[in-house]
């Protein structure tokens, strides 16, 4: 139960945090913002795709997609320990989660993901918050499969079980 509450307020806490940015930008982001001149900058995009712009106009398919990868990711989470030394793990999944939700809501509701956050000395394609905390969720899994491999295997074992 305290694994459960402790998703929740941390879900809604980033997902709040999430939503309100992309109103900011859909409110205040006429033209690009410069924050580092000619490196970094504010650009409002209304992105209908996946991740870089793929996939354009295929709502559904991100939809569907979304609400399996949070059916297995909040299994993923239910089954790891509540015990201390997955705590990292838990937090990796919580902004995985919380990304993947956050996006969902803009698919659902405006039929496009809002970005705004733009590095423009490397022309990297335009992204959100959300994004950053799949991004950083996933890396830290990644990173965490190195450091505590016994203990995300444990995790991913839960996965193999259920498929018994």
């Not at 297995?72 to 201390?84: D, Q």
């Not at 803009?106 to 918050?129: A, E, G, H, S, W």
């Amino acid at each position: 139960m305290k694994k459960t509450v402790q998703l929740l307020i941390c879900s809604v806490l980033l997902i709040a945090f999430d939503q309100w940015t992309k109103y900011l930008a859909m409110t205040g982001l006429k033209d690009p913002i410069p924050l580092i001149k000619e490196v970094f900058e504010l650009q409002y995009v209304e992105n209908q795709g996946a991740a870089f712009g793929i996939l354009q106009n295929r709502l559904w398919l991100f939809v569907i997609f979304t609400l399996i990868m949070l059916a297995v990711l909040g299994y993923l989470y239910y089954h790891t320990p509540a015990e201390k030394g997955y705590g990292w793990i838990r937090f990796a999944l919580v902004l995985i989660i919380s990304g993947a939700i956050g996006n969902l809501i803009d698919r659902v509701l405006r039929q496009y993901v809002v970005d705004f956050l733009y590095f423009k000395l490397i022309d990297f394609p335009v992204f959100n918050v959300a994004d950053s905390y799949v991004v950083v969720g996933c890396c830290l899994f990644v990173l965490l499969y190195f450091v505590q491999k016994d203990k995300v295997g444990q995790v991913l074992q839960t996965l193999e079980k259920k498929e018994q």
